[in-house]
C-alpha cells in the first residue's frame, strides 16, 4: 500500500542495491519531517526527502556510500542555511543504509490517507481517480457498467496501481454498508435517482469520514429536501460536501474538477483541517 515501501521490496527481490535515506530529526523549518524515506540507486531515485541542495547532498552521500567510500550505517547533521544556503533555517539529521532485508523490516507501515469509496466510472470519476493514482490512500472505484472502466492508467497499456481497486455491481448502493467506518465517500454517477439511493444509504450509515456528491447547489437543495422527508439526521446532511472541490478552483472540465475534488479530500484527510473539509465546496456541475 505504502507505494516507496513497495518499491523497496521490489528492488530487493531483484537484487538492485540502493541505499536508504531517512529523515532521522528535524528541527525548525525543515522541508519533510522525521521519518520520510527516499531510495538512491546507482542510477535511480525513488521518494523525496524535500529536493533543493539537501537532497543533492543526500544523493551524493549515498552513491558514495554504495560505492563503498563512505561505512554504513552512517548518519549526518545537516544545518540547512549555515551548511547549504537554503532559507528554510531549520536542521535535519539524515539516516543512511544499504537496502537490505533489516532496512525493509525496519521500515513502518504507514496507513492510508483515507480509504475512499468513489462512486461513477464517467469523465470526472475517470479523472479523479487519476488524480489520486500518486496519493497513499485507498480507493474502492465502483460503477454498474463495466465497460466504463478504463482499461489502462495512461490509454497506453500502463496498469492501475493497487490500491485503485475497480469495481463493478449490480446493486451499486449495497456497497456502502462494506466501507470501513470513517470511509470517505464521493458519488458522482450518470444517474440522479442512484446518485439519491447511494447518498441516503451514506447518510443513514452515517459514520463517513467525508461525504461529498457532485452537482449544484439547486441539485443539494433538492437532495436535501428529499433527505428531511425521509426522515434523515439534519446532522449528517449537513455534512455534506455538495457541491464538491475547495473553494478558489473555478472550471468544469473534469480534469480541473478533480484538482479541486483531490485537495479536498487531502485537507479532509488533516486532523487539523478536518472540520474545515467538511463544509460544501465550490465546484458545481
Same mark, same amino acid.
Given at each position: 500500500?505504502?507505494?516507496?515501501?513497495?518499491?523497496?521490496?521490489?528492488?530487493?527481490?531483484?537484487?538492485?542495491?540502493?541505499?536508504?535515506?531517512?529523515?532521522?530529526?528535524?528541527?525548525?523549518?525543515?522541508?519533510?519531517?522525521?521519518?520520510?524515506?527516499?531510495?538512491?540507486?546507482?542510477?535511480?531515485?525513488?521518494?523525496?526527502?524535500?529536493?533543493?541542495?539537501?537532497?543533492?547532498?543526500?544523493?551524493?552521500?549515498?552513491?558514495?556510500?554504495?560505492?563503498?567510500?563512505?561505512?554504513?550505517?552512517?548518519?549526518?547533521?545537516?544545518?540547512?542555511?549555515?551548511?547549504?544556503?537554503?532559507?528554510?533555517?531549520?536542521?535535519?539529521?539524515?539516516?543512511?543504509?544499504?537496502?537490505? *532485508?533489516?532496512?525493509?523490516?525496519?521500515?513502518?507501515?504507514?496507513?492510508?490517507?483515507?480509504?475512499?469509496?468513489?462512486?461513477?466510472?464517467?469523465?470526472?470519476?475517470?479523472?479523479?481517480?487519476?488524480?489520486?493514482?500518486?496519493?497513499?490512500?485507498?480507493?474502492?472505484?465502483?460503477?454498474?457498467?463495466?465497460?466504463?472502466?478504463?482499461?489502462?492508467?495512461?490509454?497506453?497499456?500502463?496498469?492501475?496501481?493497487?490500491?485503485?481497486?475497480?469495481?463493478?455491481?449490480? *446493486?451499486?448502493?449495497?456497497?456502502?454498508?462494506?466501507?470501513?467506518?470513517?470511509?470517505?465517500?464521493?458519488?458522482?454517477?450518470?444517474?440522479?435517482?442512484?446518485?439519491?439511493?447511494?447518498?441516503?444509504?451514506?447518510?443513514?450509515?452515517?459514520?463517513?469520514?467525508?461525504?461529498?456528491?457532485?452537482?449544484?447547489?439547486?441539485?443539494?437543495?433538492?437532495?436535501?429536501?428529499?433527505?428531511?422527508?425521509?426522515?434523515?439526521?439534519?446532522?449528517?446532511?449537513?455534512?455534506?460536501?455538495?457541491?464538491?472541490?475547495?473553494?478558489?478552483?473555478?472550471?468544469?472540465?473534469?480534469?480541473?474538477?478533480?484538482?479541486?475534488?483531490?485537495?479536498?479530500?487531502?485537507?479532509?484527510?488533516?486532523?487539523?483541517?478536518?472540520?474545515?473539509?467538511?463544509?460544501?465546496?465550490?465546484?458545481?456541475?
Amino acid at each position: 500500500m505504502d507505494r516507496l515501501r513497495d518499491t523497496a521490496a521490489a528492488w530487493l527481490a531483484c537484487g538492485q542495491r540502493a541505499t536508504v535515506v531517512e529523515v532521522l530529526d528535524a528541527r525548525g523549518s525543515v522541508p519533510r519531517g522525521a521519518g520520510t524515506r527516499m531510495l538512491v540507486g546507482a542510477s535511480d531515485l525513488a521518494g523525496t526527502i524535500g529536493g533543493g541542495h539537501l537532497e543533492l547532498q543526500a544523493i551524493a552521500q549515498a552513491r558514495a556510500l554504495l560505492a563503498g567510500q563512505a561505512r554504513p550505517p552512517l548518519s549526518v547533521h545537516y544545518p540547512l542555511g549555515p551548511a547549504l544556503g537554503q532559507c528554510c533555517g531549520g536542521a535535519v539529521t539524515l539516516g543512511f543504509a544499504p537496502l537490505d *532485508a533489516a532496512a525493509l523490516s525496519a521500515w513502518p507501515l504507514v496507513p492510508p490517507r483515507f480509504h475512499l469509496q468513489l462512486y461513477g466510472a464517467g469523465h470526472v470519476g475517470r479523472a479523479i481517480a487519476r488524480a489520486l493514482a500518486p496519493l497513499h490512500c485507498v480507493v474502492d472505484w465502483i460503477d454498474e457498467r463495466e465497460e466504463e472502466f478504463p482499461a489502462s492508467f495512461d490509454g497506453l497499456g500502463g496498469p492501475w496501481p493497487a490500491h485503485i481497486r475497480r469495481l463493478c455491481v449490480d *446493486a451499486v448502493e449495497a456497497e456502502v454498508a462494506t466501507a470501513p467506518p470513517g470511509a470517505y465517500y464521493l458519488v458522482l454517477t450518470h444517474q440522479h435517482d442512484l446518485d439519491l439511493r447511494i447518498s441516503e444509504a451514506i447518510l443513514r450509515r452515517g459514520d463517513f469520514g467525508f461525504f461529498g456528491l457532485i452537482g449544484s447547489k439547486t441539485k443539494r437543495n433538492r437532495f436535501v429536501h428529499r433527505f428531511e422527508q425521509r426522515g434523515i439526521d439534519p446532522a449528517a446532511i449537513a455534512r455534506m460536501a455538495c457541491p464538491i472541490g475547495i473553494d478558489g478552483i473555478s472550471g468544469k472540465e473534469p480534469e480541473v474538477i478533480a484538482v479541486a475534488v483531490a485537495a479536498q479530500l487531502v485537507r479532509a484527510s488533516d486532523p487539523g483541517r478536518a472540520h474545515a473539509a467538511l463544509r460544501p465546496g465550490a465546484v458545481a456541475v
